[in-house]
């Protein structure tokens, strides 16, 4: 597909309908297909269908003058929502998507005013969005953080420094985020304006995850129309991708414990011994490393089935006795601890995976989040795509079928 806008802005009010439409053209004349709305001040009895040319998934607020934030999707875009999770306190909404076959995940934040109360909103906050991101989802994080990650974001704002800012920092750094906005500039430009006082400051957002951030064409700000305080922060993206190539075949170490596998490489040296009589010993050598690679990855596939299969079994079966002893019939709780144990340890086993693949150069139990070293691993994988070529004619080729 082509690439289309996602934006962040803080509407300061929504129940205007005048006003409301003004955005809402706005945001469609610009190419914005992904919305993150900041201080929508809706509730419940809002309007479900207010325009129909928008999905609009809103975390409400309980009242007229405060908080409320929405995440909209315009009609045009191929997505699938996969659930949906709110903070009682309104002021967060996260999305698990497929959008253009992508998974993604999408999270619209608008942090407390007070420093103090935003700085512990942000410690636990990071630990909330780990929780109800999709575990394979790259992350768009955006929103009105009412905080200047640094002094050069803010201007004539007199005080201490914020001390909401370390915490915002951490959960940026935990969650393995980029700020979009210096990926593609050196300098800040600010995106809130206080007309009382002249004070100016950046405090609105887009972040991603590191392993996406070739999908951001541009980040730009924008004045929008009835908004004399908050800036709209654009983000031009791409979110197809291009398809990964044949890569080096790295043998599964884990393979070399089964029982099955020790048989098939018999049969495999006596077929070479036995067939290949006239080759030397390098060339049998060579077929060797080939029969082993293709053996090795069939038997990968089947156990892999095997695997995916059995821990479903395992959630079914911890899901169903969960819903009977929630409904007071008796569980044998020794076999349901049991499944339980079985599960984490696949998915411990899985995090250990992910971060020796991670190739990073320290790992410290507890130190960072497994999130981290997939995202890592992640990264480490789609830097090695080819994305595009520059021909002797000085002209550039993108598609797959050219490159």
Known sequence: ?????????????????????????????????????????????????????????????????????????????????????????????????????????????YAPNDPSNRKEYFRTLKYWIARHTDYENDLIMGGDLNCALNDDDRKNIRGNQDVSRTPLKNLISELDLLDSWYIFHDKPQYTYTDPENGSKSRIDYLFLSKSIRHKAKKVTLKHAPKKDRHKAVCMEIKLDENKKGPGYWKLNEKLMDLPEYDVLIDRIITDILVNYTELNHRLKWEIFKIHVQECSIRLGIDRAKMEKEYIKRLQNNIDSMQRDEDNGIPIDSDLKNEYIKNLNAHYKEKDDGYIIRSKAQWVNEGERSTKYFFNLEKDRQKSNVIRQLKQNDCTIIQKDEEI
């Open 1 to 109: 597909m082509t690439s289309f806008k996602l934006a962040s802005l803080n509407v300061r009010g929504l129940n205007d309908s005048s006003k409301r439409r003004i955005i809402f053209k706005w945001l469609l004349d610009n190419n914005c297909k992904i919305v993150f709305l900041q201080e929508t001040f809706c509730r419940k009895e809002f309007p479900k269908n207010m325009h129909q040319e928008w999905t609009i998934k809103h975390n409400f607020t309980n009242s007229a003058h405060s908080r409320g934030v929405a995440i909209m999707f315009h009609n045009s875009l191929n997505i699938e929502i996969k659930n949906i999770h709110k903070k009682e306190d309104a002021r967060v909404i996260l999305i698990n998507a497929i959008i253009e076959n992508v998974e993604v995940s999408l999270c619209n934040i």
